[in-house]
C-alpha cells in the first residue's frame, strides 16, 4: 500500500467516525434536496478542493469534474442529484455544455447508450436551467 493509500484510507476512515459521531442516521445519508443546499461553489474553492489539495502539479478542477461526470455515466448515473450538482460544479469551474456532452457521448463506450441517454437527460435539464437564469 502506498502512502497516498494510507493517507486516503485514513481520511474515509475519520470521515466515517466524524458522521458517526455527529448522527448515527448519517451512515444511511441520501442526498436527495442537497443541490438546493449548495447548487454551486466558487472556481476558486473547487480549485483548492480538488485541483490542489491532492496534488498542486496535477488535474485542475474542471478536469477532475468532467473525469467525474464520465465515471457517473458509465455507472448510469446511480445518483440524480449528484450527478446534477457535479454538472453544475464543471460548468462553474470553466466546462462549456459542449464539453459535458462530449465527455456523456464518449461514455457511451463503456457504459452504453441507456447510460448516455440518462446522463445528456440530466445535463440538459442543468444546461437549460443556465439558459433560463441568462433571460
Known amino acids: 500500500m502506498t502512502d497516498y493509500s ?31 443546499m449548495m ?7 473547487m480549485e483548492m478542493v480538488w485541483g490542489n489539495a491532492f496534488n498542486k502539479d496535477g488535474l485542475d478542477a474542471k478536469t477532475r469534474l468532467l473525469a467525474m461526470i464520465a465515471g457517473m455515466t458509465a455507472q448510469g448515473v446511480p445518483a440524480e442529484p449528484m450527478f446534477k ?8 469551474a470553466g466546462a462549456t ?15 452504453g447508450l441507456p ?5 445528456l437527460g440530466f445535463a440538459q435539464e442543468i444546461f437549460s436551467e443556465n439558459e433560463e437564469g441568462e433571460e
Request: cysteine-free; proline content about 5%; overall charge positive.
Open 6 to 36: 494510507k493517507m486516503f484510507e485514513q481520511m474515509m476512515e475519520q470521515s466515517q467516525q466524524m458522521l458517526r459521531a455527529f448522527n448515527p442516521a448519517l451512515e444511511n445519508f441520501k442526498a436527495s434536496g442537497f443541490e438546493k
Open 85 to 92: 450538482t457535479t454538472v453544475r460544479h464543471a460548468l462553474q
Open 39 to 45: 447548487p454551486t461553489m466558487p472556481k476558486d474553492f
Open 115 to 119: 447510460a448516455m441517454t440518462r446522463a
Open 97 to 111: 455544455a459542449k464539453e459535458v456532452g462530449e465527455v456523456i457521448y464518449q461514455m457511451s463506450m463503456l457504459g
